[in-house]
């Protein structure tokens, strides 16, 4: 009788024992996919804190910006600057070695750099963005701000860059900009009146 009590005993003791060998390698699986799942958090947190995606954010945009802004300056055919962004979105002018304040500039060159920028902005948006945007519109910036010579120029940058794959769509009252035909596929001319009429040339 004490012999089968014994192989009992002995018998409860083994299941216990299996039974908790089991739930300890359960237990340490689970502890090891949490930590494995820690250290991805963790890796994750870091990128995407605010500063360290900023930074590297910045540290791969403010060369290509540069680049592209300054590609665009040198379409104009009269400017003789270079600007430079740094990693806190602050320009510096430089013309001939000397810094220049913006405020400094003529009109058309305030003008000039201005869409420079714009243009610049715009190539890294395409670059950096999977949403693609196919419109630009101009409206009467043509009219007043840039002379014959910076329209000429800007006429001639939207139709080399992005005349291929943008819509563009410019508002101006200035004849020069209407004789343009060559650049344009249509034109639209709306005439107030009482009422307002439309006019289509293709």
Known sequence: LEKVQREEELALDTSNFKEKKKEYEDNKDKLLKNKESLEKYKSLNSILDKDNLRGQVISQAIPFLNREINSFIEKFSIMTFNLVINKDFKESIISRNTNVEFQQLSNGQKSRLSFAILFGFLKLIEKRNSTSWNIILLDEVLDSSLDYSGREDLLR????????????????????????????SREITITKDRFSRIEVKS
Do not use: M, P
């Open 157 to 184: 940058i939207l139709s080399d860059e992005f005349r291929d794959k943008k819509d563009i769509i410019i508002i101006s009252h200035n004849q020069e900009i209407k004789e343009k035909e060559e650049l344009f």
